[in-house]
């Protein structure tokens, strides 16, 4: 029986892709670029801001990354002016958490967002204390998919690896719960494709929040 969740935040809890685009977009504008279509950030989120700005400068023709040091600080900051830009929770994601609480399961999110705009949309969009840990990338932290995160929540806690789900939307998180030696979910409504989540080891592909209770490792049927 699982006792606790680890949830990635973009793409997994959350539509955050406007809000990723947006910022990013004004990094290409800032220097004489063409914006990309929001629609191509599906491909570019996943592995943290400036990875995001990375692959989108490419892109969009700075294949050295020459304007990667300087644009960074930049986008951090304007995504944390406004890092709930088109923000709002996939629907039955409250349902299922409230489900998971009704079963004595901790949640947690574990985002390779900055931390503090991490903490800031989860507390907005579900409400200060809900989540048990919240834990977004910040200094001395290895990004996912380094399992070192999702390990420290774990410990936080006080549950072992392998009594806890890993649920997530990209590569990255199947191979960051799988690192940690957890049960990986892939959800297919988020921003990548299943038959990334496929290759990247999940145990499990679901296509909507609701098929998590139902998963017997829950007690489902």
Request: one cysteine or more.
């Amino acid at each position: 029986m699982m006792k606790a969740c680890i949830f990635d935040l973009d793409g997994t809890l959350a539509d955050t892709l406007g809000s990723i685009a947006h910022a990013v977009n004004r990094g290409l504008e800032y220097f004489g670029y063409g914006i990309r279509p929001v629609e191509e950030y599906r491909y570019y989120a996943g592995d943290g801001l400036d990875m995001a700005l990375k692959r989108a400068l490419y892109r969009a023709g700075d294949t050295k990354s020459r304007c990667l040091a300087e644009g960074a600080p930049l986008v951090r900051r304007w995504l944390a002016q406004e890092p709930l830009y088109h923000v709002k929770p996939y629907p039955g994601i409250r349902e299922v958490l409230a489900g998971m609480k009704e079963r004595s399961m901790a949640v947690a999110v574990l985002s390779n967002k900055p931390h503090r705009e991490a903490v800031q949309v989860v507390e907005t969009l579900f409400g200060k204390g809900y989540f048990d840990r919240i834990q977004g990338q910040e200094e001395g932290l290895p990004r996912k998919p380094d399992p070192t995160g999702a390990l420290q929540i774990a410990g936080e806690l006080d549950v072992a690896p392998e009594s806890c789900l890993y649920v997530g939307d990209t590569d990255t998180d199947m191979l960051t719960g799988n690192r940690a030696g957890m049960y990986t979910v892939g959800v297919a409504w988020g921003f990548r494709e299943v038959e990334e989540l496929e290759e990247s080891g999940a145990r499990r592909i679901i296509h909507e929040p609701g098929e998590l209770l139902s998963l017997e490792i829950l007690g489902g049927s």
